[in-house]
Structure formats: structure tokens, C-alpha cells
């Protein structure tokens, strides 16, 4: 008991001397799970609310009985079920929906400003949904429903004339009750007032992989309702349903509304207007049921779970039970989730070095106080607890400083900046426990190597110097030798060892990857060294200093020093290597200066020959670059071979082309780079043999050159079977994301290239009627808008007729529609989405390069006060106080260069490998040759935030040292 009020108040001593650097550590831990409370607080909300989500999730509904399959399978529930259970005397109401998948959009008003310019508005707009572009828009909810599904927060409910949305909706579409909404599919686009708004659950769940109808939980669901949008589709399987209606008839693949359930970002109208939109008649998609007070869930399953199960398709029973367990595993969840565990692990890396950082300075300026503990009888384990006990008592404060922060945090921020917590926030167990493993854990890791130097304390050095013993020349430059070693093991790894994809990823998670860090480390005292010596006297001229002054004080104290620069290293090389990572892996993306100006589809029934020229003849459009196009998506067929194990999916989007106007000649409409095959003999076999092009990363992906044969799956007549021999391979950048929105993905959400081939071929084999689709080029200074307007026109004249959808039969055209897809537009959209992506990533480094600058603080305080005899000397041989507060401003400057350039080569290094490895991982659908982009705009930035916060953290030392008495300074020796 006497030792344990020894360790205590030796610790409370410690730090009363050290209470400057004890404050700033306790502020860089506050900082740290402040940060984390922030992330995991929105986690926290979602638990708490999903009991109440479940219950506004069923609305006044008991039960859902919803068609087994993914949800991008299009099913319905047949009349002769639907009557069947309304003719059951244990169910009171018996509600019918269609989901289908439309476009919706405000109708401006006079009053109304200038838009704000989004990604998604640029590329979809106002444009009919199409396969590829993601499901953003609210779905379309048919009801009969004479009472509204949920409670009603403003007018009234729908009618023959008006719609209803859903509070999601109406919030994300900025419209209140009123309005007019514009509602667009392939078949029509119609304006509606909006009649009123209902409340719904503010996240859906997940009920992917819910196959039996057997619900897990007795009574009655509650009713309540509460405001709340839909936070996003779920992803299931990426095919649509493609049952053949008519074989031999040309037909297409509706978008999907990708929804397995009940929509929460939605449109309500009645059937009959329904219809008029989408184009065929609103058959039901799913069922809602209410039951009577006298049965429950469990017993209308009982009743019902066989004849379910039997029908054709089969249907799920959801309950308030099964929606309560689907909201545990949402998109929002367990994005949430991932957040709050890398929130943690940043949390936990700054604490460590933070806190090392206190504790290593203080052990080694203690070297005699530790001495003489030894020589009067503590043992070596009380040594190692006063070192512990001080780190968990600073992890104590600072834990609990973090909570009352964060609280404040959340309740401030709140009310002032709501969308600083869009799901809500809530400080609950979740925080509390991953800010406490995150803080003590950090404070234990952090006094391993402290604890460990104290012990190894011998009592005769009480006698001995105090000060810290640097590695020599050559110790420093064989550690960065080895350190070189370690760092280039990944990037080995990645591009040059022959390994199986699954041994790659392993060895590179497990193994080099970590060897990079440590080599970073290791490498960390010739980086400093080299900084000293090359940019030592560059800075002192700055500063207007000798540079004798600025040359050796980063070496002579190179420990502390090396512990500051890879403090700051942590968040920096993240920042770095996120943002090389993210920029580089967008290149492949951007369309490529390959493609025309704009491509166009003319739905549902194409041109003729006076449509095309309608086309050529339009103001602004260049007439001798239109080429028709004719465009199918089709299965691979691989035979009794198993398709290739990197490609993802199992379709290829066709271009039938004219080869001599759009590929050869001195002017082609499409530049193509050649990877294999030249541009005269490629357009030579495509016009005259059964040949294709296909891209580049399709042929690394599928292992196939030129000379091979692919295989396709006519749609329109699954039955047959086309081939194409592969004349040439070329790199097709972008290609990905002008398919994605252009409406050339008739039939699948995911497609694993583009094919060229003669468009006379491509009409024969796929069975297509005439084309589609026109690429072409605009002339200088043409207006986008009005070429738009003109196509539109064309569509109106020429593309009228209705057409076959896969799984429902002929859709009525109402009204055609000719969708615009301009080349700089989609390269616009990408990159505005792709800045928002890689910068939101890059939130987390930065803020942890924030709370890591705490350690430069505490670096810079060390200096200030072991020197201070040495500043005492310097006022006394005539320095003045504006030099010294120069010189820690230098010192720390030098720092601050030291952590940048140790940044830049290992988040180059790592951003590089990161884009190597996408190439292997699970997730990825693009094989190429990685690109290392270095956005040196944005790191320049990163770089500028760590010299200014290097010098904010010397502000109060310099001051400090500058106000400071010489006699004052020379007593401290």
C-alpha cells in the first residue's frame, strides 16, 4: 500500500514539473476521443432507434409478404393470392403495391435561384432512369390504399390528380405540399401537384437473404410513425430479370427499383396514373397486410407460411421482428460502423504517439531522478509502474475530458450544423466503450518502450550524464537501408512477384505492407539528418540566423526529434497515400479525348434513314461525323470453360459502328490508342469479317488477345449463339461511366466491356430492327441545351412506337425520348464526385495530422526547456530575444519539412501499391495497368497544414524562451 502512495505521488509530481506537456498530451487524448465520439455517436442513434425505425418502417401495417429473389429481379404477386387473403376473416386490410423505378424532379418556379451544379444532376437531371446509374431518384409506389400508409405531416392524402412523397423525398427535392413534381420514365413524363407529405422510417433494412416465411417474434408490431428518408438501396444481384415475353422480338431491360421491401424515399400515386407513367399496368409488387387484434404475426405465418411458400413466386413474410434484425445489417449501419472502427484506429495511433512522446521525454530527462529511486530500494517493476501509472492517469483525464467534449460536441453541433449528424447522434455504450479501449489501450501501448528504458536504469547512473545517446552515422544509414528494404518489399509484392491473387493479397495485408511502416521508422533518423543538413541553412537565412545554429540541433537531440516527425508521418502518409490512391485509380475512369462530344439514344424504336439526317442537319452538330450506332448488351457464353476468375460480370455492351467513317481514314470519329492491332487492318476485318475491338482492360481481365473468339447470347434469341474473332485491342479510358448513364446498358446494371464491331453485324446477329443511338461531334461554340431541345424534337417525329420490356410484355410509349450524354459533361460529373469521395476520405488523416501536431508541441517544449542554459549562453554573447523565438521557430519548421518528406516518399509508395492491389481485390471490376497520378495541388495543401501546425505548436515555447531573463536561463544549468 506504501508503494502504490509512493508511485502516486512521484506520478503527481512529475507531473506538476511537467504540467505544460502534461496539459497538451491531456489535450491531444481529449482531442482524440472527441473525435472518435463524433463518429461513433452517429452509430450509436441508429442502434437506439431500431425498434422505433421498425415499427414507422411497417407503418400501420403488421406484415409484408414480399417475392423471394434479389431485388433487382422484377416479380409480381399474382391477383388470385391477393384475393385469397382478403377473403381471410383474421386480416382487416389487404394492400396491394407497385414499386416501380422513375425519375423525379422539381418543377422550377419563377422564384427560384441558380441550382447548384451536383454530379448526379449533370448526368441524370431530369433524364429517364436507365440500367447503370444508381436508383437515387424516390420510387414510384402505386397504392389503393384509401388511408395513408403512414402518418400524414402535411395536406392531404393522394387522388387521381396529385401525388404524395414521402418526408425523404421532399427534403431531398426541396418541395413542400403544393409544388409540382416532374415524373420521368421511358415511357412518359408527366407533371403532378403535390398533395401532401407522410412520415417513413428514416433508414430501410436490409432483407436480403430473408428466403423462409416463418417470422421470429410474437404480437404486434407497433404503429407509430416518424420523419425519416431512405438512406439507400440495398445491392443485391446486379441482373435484371430478363424472362423472354416474345423470343425473336426486340426488348430491353427496365431499370430495377432495386428496393426488397417497402420504398422509403418515395412517390405515392394511384394505380391508374401509375400506369400512364410507367407505361403498363401497376400489377403488384408486394403486400401489405394488416391484421386484427385477435392474430398475430406468428399466427397468420402458421396459417399462411405453406401456401406462401408454394406460390409462384414464392413470397416472405416480414414482420416487425424480421425488419428490427434487417436494420442491424443496412447500408447506413454498417457504413456507420466501419467509420467507427477506423475512427478508433486513428484515435489509437494518436494516442500512442502522443502520449510515447510525453513519456520517453520524460524518462530520459529523469535518467538520474530513476537512478536514484534504484539506489534507494524501488525495484524494477515499481520503476516500470510509475512510468504506466502516469500514462493511465493521463488516459484517465483525457477519456474523460474526450466524453464532455464530445457531449458538447453533439448537443452544440446539433443545434448549429445539423447535417454535421445526418442519421442523429447519441453518446450511448458503443462510444464509451470504443473511447475507453481507444484511450487505454493507446496509454499501455504507448508505455511499453518508456516502462521498458526505465528499468533498464542502473542506480550508478546517478552519477552519469543525463543525456540521450543518438545513433551514429553509420547506425542511421544501415537502419535506412534496412528501411529501404522493407519499404520496396510492397511494391515488389504488388507488380513484380508471380504470385496467385490470393497469396498477393495476403502477403501484401499481412506482411509487406507493415514492413512498409517499419520501414518508414526505420528510415525516420536519415531523413531527419538529411533534412538538417540540406535545408538547415536554407531556413536560417529565412529566419535571418547563423546557420551554425540550425544545422545540429535536430541531430544532437535526433530522438525526440525522430519521435515529433513520425507523429506527424501518421496522418500525414495517410493523407498522402489516400489522396495519390484516389486520383490515380480516377484516371481509368475520366473519359478519354478517344470519345465524340456526344452520344445519343433515341428510345424506344430508333432512326430511319430521315431521322439520321434530321440528326446531321441540326445547328451545332458537325453532319460528316453522325454515326448511327447500333447497340446491344449480351451474355458471354464460355462454353464448358469456367469464365475467367478476374472478370466480375458476364456481359460486354456491343457497338455496331461504321468502320471506315468512325475508325480509319486521316480523321476518325474515334481516336483509338492500339494496343495490339493497327487502325487500317482493324477496319478492314470488322467490314468484312465477323471481327470485334475489344478494350484493354477487358483482355487482361478475360485473359484473351487477338486472334481469340468470344462467344455472345443474342437477348432477343438466347437460343442462338454469335461469334466474334478479336482483330484488336485498345485502351478505351471512361468507358465505364459513359455506358453507365447513356443508356447503352439495356439489359444489365454491370457490364465488363465495350466491343466495336460492324454495325450491319451487329443488327443481323442481335436481331435489332434499326439503330438506336448516334455519336457524333458538335461544331465550335454549339450550345448543349439547344442540341438537346433538337434532339428531343427528332425523337418526338421519328422514334415514335412502343417496345418490349424483359419479364413484363409491350410498354406503351407515350411520349419518346431522345437522352443527350455529353462527353465533358460525364468527365465533369466524375470529377466533382470523385473530389467529394477522396476529400471525405481524407477528413480522418487529416484530423489525426491535427492531433498528432500536440506532439510537436511537446517535442518543442522538451527542447525549449533541456536548453535552456544553452539559450542562457547565447542572450549573453549578445543574441537577442527575437533570435532565440526565431531559432525554435526554425527548429520546429525543420521538423515539419522532415515529416513532409518522409510523407511524400512512403504515401507515394503506398498510394501506388494501393492502386496495384485494387487490380486483385474482391471488389474490384477494372483490370489495367495502374496509373500513378500525384495530385500535387492537394498534397501541397497537406503539406502546408503541417508547417503551419509546426508553427502554431512552437508559438508558446518561442514565446516562452523569448520572455525569459539570461540570468534566469543560465541558473537553469
Known amino acids: 500500500m506504501k508503494s502504490v502512495r509512493l508511485i502516486f505521488k512521484l506520478v503527481s509530481q512529475q507531473l506538476r514539473i511537467a504540467a505544460g506537456r502534461a496539459i497538451v498530451t491531456i489535450a491531444g487524448i481529449v482531442a482524440s476521443a472527441c473525435a472518435v465520439v463524433w463518429v461513433v455517436s452517429g452509430y450509436d442513434a441508429l442502434v437506439s432507434q431500431f425498434d422505433d425505425n421498425a415499427g414507422k418502417y411497417l407503418g400501420r401495417y403488421d406484415v409484408l409478404l414480399i417475392p423471394q429473389g434479389p431485388p433487382g429481379a422484377l416479380t409480381f404477386v399474382n391477383d388470385e393470392l391477393i384475393e385469397s387473403l382478403r377473403t381471410d ?11 416501380s423505378r422513375v425519375t423525379v424532379t422539381r418543377v422550377a418556379t419563377p422564384g427560384d435561384g441558380d441550382v447548384e451544379e451536383t454530379s448526379l444532376g449533370l448526368v441524370v437531371g431530369s433524364r429517364p432512369p436507365v440500367n447503370g446509374a444508381p436508383p437515387i431518384a424516390p420510387i414510384l409506389v402505386a397504392t389503393a390504399a384509401s388511408d395513408p400508409p403512414y402518418e400524414l405531416v402535411d395536406g392531404s392524402w393522394i387522388d387521381d390528380d396529385t401525388v404524395v412523397l414521402s418526408s425523404g423525398a421532399a427534403d431531398s427535392l426541396r418541395v413542400e405540399v403544393g409544388d409540382h413534381v416532374q415524373v420521368t420514365t421511358l415511357a412518359n413524363q408527366r407533371q403532378f401537384r ?7 422510417a428514416r433508414e430501410a433494412p436490409s432483407l436480403v437473404g430473408q428466403t423462409g416465411p416463418r417470422p421470429r417474434r ?10 425519416g428518408k431512405q438512406s439507400g438501396p440495398e445491392r443485391g444481384d446486379d441482373r435484371l430479370d430478363t424472362t423472354p415475353d416474345r423470343p425473336g422480338t426486340p426488348k430491353i431491360g427496365l431499370p430495377s427499383a432495386y428496393v426488397q421491401g ?8 394511384r394505380p391508374a396514373p401509375a400506369a400512364h407513367v410507367i407505361g403498363f399496368v401497376a400489377r403488384p409488387t408486394l403486400v401489405q397486410l394488416a391484421l386484427r387484434d385477435t392474430v398475430d404475426a406468428e399466427q397468420f405465418a402458421e396459417a399462411w407460411q405453406d401456401r406462401l411458400g408454394q406460390n409462384s413466386p414464392p413470397l416472405n413474410i416480414v414482420d416487425f421482428s424480421r425488419v428490427r434484425a434487417g436494420l442491424k445489417n443496412s447500408r447506413s449501419v454498417l457504413s456507420q460502423r466501419a467509420q467507427a472502427y477506423a475512427a478508433s484506429g486513428f484515435a489509437a495511433l494518436a494516442s500512442v504517439f502522443i502520449i510515447f512522446s510525453l513519456l520517453s521525454m520524460g524518462v530520459s530527462e529523469r535518467t538520474r531522478e530513476f537512478a536514484l529511486l534504484r539506489a534507494i530500494g524501488l525495484n524494477r517493476l515499481q520503476i516500470a509502474a510509475v512510468v504506466v501509472t502516469e500514462s493511465l492517469v493521463l488516459a484517465v483525464v483525457g477519456w474523460l475530458g474526450g466524453l464532455i467534449a464530445g457531449y458538447l460536441l453533439i448537443v452544440i453541433g446539433g443545434q448549429w450544423m445539423p447535417s454535421l449528424f445526418a442519421s442523429g447522434a447519441k453518446l450511448g ?11 487505454f489501450a493507446g496509454a499501455l501501448a504507448a508505455a511499453i518502450i518508456p516502462a521498458w528504458k526505465a528499468t533498464r536504469i542502473q542506480p550508478i547512473e546517478a552519477m552519469a550524464s543525463a543525456r540521450m545517446v543518438a545513433p551514429t552515422f553509420t547506425s542511421q544509414w544501415r537502419l535506412a537501408a534496412v528501411g529501404l528494404l522493407l519499404a520496396l518489399s510492397a511494391p515488389v509484392t504488388v507488380f513484380v512477384l508471380p504470385l496467385p491473387d490470393e497469396w498477393r493479397i495476403w502477403c501484401y495485408s499481412i506482411v509487406t505492407y507493415p514492413a512498409l511502416l517499419i520501414g518508414m521508422a526505420l528510415m525516420a533518423p536519415a531523413v531527419v539528418v538529411l533534412t538538417e543538413r540540406i535545408l538547415g541553412v536554407a531556413i536560417a537565412r529565412l529566419f535571418a540566423l547563423d546557420p551554425r545554429l540550425l544545422t545540429t540541433q535536430l541531430s544532437s537531440n535526433l530522438w525526440r526529434t525522430i519521435g515529433a516527425t513520425l507523429a506527424l508521418s501518421v496522418g500525414l502518409v495517410l493523407y498522402a497515400s489516400t489522396q495519390t490512391w484516389g486520383y490515380s485509380m480516377l484516371q481509368p475512369y475520366l473519359p478519354g479525348t478517344w470519345l465524340p462530344d456526344v452520344l445519343v439514344s433515341f428510345n424506344p424504336q430508333g432512326l430511319d434513314e430521315a431521322g439520321t439526317d434530321a440528326v446531321r442537319n441540326t445547328k451545332g452538330v458537325a453532319a460528316e461525323s453522325v454515326a448511327p450506332l447500333a447497340i446491344e448488351q449480351a451474355k458471354f457464353d464460355w462454353g464448358n470453360a469456367e469464365a475467367p476468375a478476374r472478370l466480375k460480370y458476364d456481359n460486354a455492351v456491343i457497338f455496331g459502328l461504321d468502320p471506315a467513317q468512325t475508325i480509319s ?10 494496343v495490339e492491332g493497327d487502325r487500317k487492318s482493324v477496319a478492314q476485318n470488322l467490314a468484312i469479317h465477323h471481327s470485334c475491338v475489344i478494350s484493354e482492360d477487358f483482355a487482361m481481365s478475360a485473359g484473351v488477345s487477338t486472334g481469340d473468339t468470344l462467344v455472345l447470347i443474342p437477348p432477343n434469341a438466347e437460343a442462338e449463339r454469335v461469334e466474334y474473332q478479336i482483330a484488336g485491342i485498345v485502351r478505351l479510358p471512361g468507358w465505364h461511366w459513359i455506358t453507365k448513364f447513356s443508356g447503352v446498358r439495356r439489359h444489365f446494371v454491370r457490364t465488363a466491356c465495350m466491343i466495336f464491331a460492324d454495325r450491319q453485324n451487329v443488327m443481323q446477329d442481335f436481331h435489332l430492327a434499326r439503330p438506336e443511338f448516334c455519336w457524333m461531334n458538335l461544331q465550335p461554340g454549339a450550345d448543349l441545351t439547344s442540341i438537346e431541345t433538337e434532339m428531343q424534337e427528332i425523337a418526338e417525329e421519328f422514334a415514335v412506337g412502343n417496345f418490349e420490356a424483359s419479364g413484363i410484355g409491350e410498354i406503351t410509349s407515350y411520349r419518346p425520348f431522345a437522352r443527350t450524354t455529353a462527353t465533358q459533361t460525364v468527365r465533369r460529373a466524375i470529377t466533382i464526385r470523385a473530389n467529394d469521395m477522396i476529400w471525405g476520405m481524407s477528413q480522418l488523416p487529416l484530423i489525426t495530422l491535427f492531433i498528432m501536431s500536440l506532439a510537436v508541441v511537446n517535442a518543442v517544449i522538451a527542447s525549449v526547456r533541456s536548453r535552456q542554459w544553452e539559450f ?14 526565431r531559432l525554435v521557430f526554425g527548429e520546429t519548421l525543420l521538423i515539419g519539412f522532415a515529416a513532409c518528406v518522409l510523407s511524400l516518399a512512403f504515401g507515394l509508395i ?4 494501393g492502386v496495384g492491389m485494387a487490380a486483385y481485390s474482391r471488389w474490384s471490376f477494372f483490370q489495367s495497368d495502374p496509373n500513378l497520378i500525384i495530385p500535387w495541388t492537394h498534397l501541397a495543401f497537406g503539406f502546408a497544414a503541417t508547417l503551419a501546425l509546426c508553427l502554431v505548436a512552437a508559438v508558446l515555447p518561442a514565446l516562452r524562451i523569448g520572455r525569459a531573463e539570461p540570468l534566469k536561463l543560465l541558473q537553469a544549468g
Not at 194 to 199: D, S, T
Not at 218 to 227: A, E, H, N, V, Y
Not at 262 to 269: D, G, I, K, R, S
Open 89 to 99: 376473416v383474421g386480416i382487416l386490410e389487404v394492400n396491394p403495391i407497385h414499386q
Open 194 to 200: 403535390v398533395a401532401g407529405i407522410v412520415q417513413q
Open 218 to 227: 410474437k404480437g404486434r408490431s407497433p404503429r407509430d410513425q416518424s420523419d
Open 262 to 269: 417497402v420504398a422509403t424515399n418515395a412517390v405515392y400515386m
Open 429 to 439: 455504450w458503443t462510444c464509451l466503450s470504443l473511447t475507453a479501449m481507444t484511450v
Open 665 to 674: 481514314g486521316t480523321d476518325p470519329l474515334i481516336a483509338l490508342d492500339f
Open 872 to 885: 542562457g549562453i547565447l542572450r549573453a554573447v549578445g543574441a537577442s530575444r527575437l533570435q532565440l523565438v
Open 910 to 913: 503506398a498510394g501506388w501499391c
